[in-house]
């Protein structure tokens, strides 16, 4: 592949980057008993929220990693993972936050992905899946690493569905002639809203086996019951 026509800004990148060090951070040190991580495992967990999404898209993307190509990368993501650290006693109570940042992280690593694999000369369609799996790549990663049911695939997270709504809407509008950071500055948007209001709202998509049981008991339904009497005649 050629050198992309759209480059994220390095200030840009870093942020993403800090704020998944921040929030791996605080998310590991919530936990107690048996679950509970000493301070280098709350720091690779939060190097690994920071630096998974960009990884992945690279890796997708088949550039050279941008981890790699920069010795700020590493430094902002342990700086950020020490400062989440820090931050989670006197943050404990205000779950909230995590959320939020985690909102805000996959909405820039969907946005950043999508715009530029779109500069690399992508399709359309894998261009939105390579930015839906680097948003969602660190928490992944994350969940895998801490044995944790992975975040994306479970009741009441909409991490997949709102990263593609974001990403498909810079697509749209990228497709309509807007410039990429207008566009991605959208996609990124509404990535964030739709997680934050999952949260507030309690919205997810339905259960698996709640379809199955809606299945069979229409199924069933249709069954003519067949009643016998004390001397085994039907009905």
Known sequence: MTEPAFIIP??????????????GALFASGFRGQRRLDLLGVAIIGTV???????????????????????????TVIAASLL????????????????????????????????KALG???????AVFVGVFAAVGGSVLRDVIMGLPVAIMHVGSLYAVAAAAGCVLL??????????????????ALTAVIRILA????????EQRMLYRRKVAAETSAIPIVKRDGGGSAE
């Open 10 to 23: 390095l200030w840009a990148d870093l942020t993403a980057v800090a704020l998944g060090g921040i929030q």
């Open 49 to 75: 929220v920071g630096l998974g999404g960009g990884l992945i898209r690279d890796l997708l993307l088949v550039v050279r990693p941008a981890m790699l190509s920069n010795n700020w990368y590493l430094i």
């Open 84 to 115: 989440g650290m820090l931050l989670a006693g006197p943050l404990r109570r205000l779950n909230f936050l995590i959320v939020v940042l985690d909102a805000l992280v996959i909405g820039m690593f969907g946005a950043f992905g999508t715009a």
């Open 120 to 126: 690399l000369g992508v399709p359309v369609v894998p």
């Open 171 to 188: 697509v749209v509008l990228h497709g309509f002639g807007l410039d990429l950071f207008v566009s991605g500055t959208a996609g990124f």
């Open 199 to 206: 949260v507030v709202f309690d919205l997810s998509l339905p």
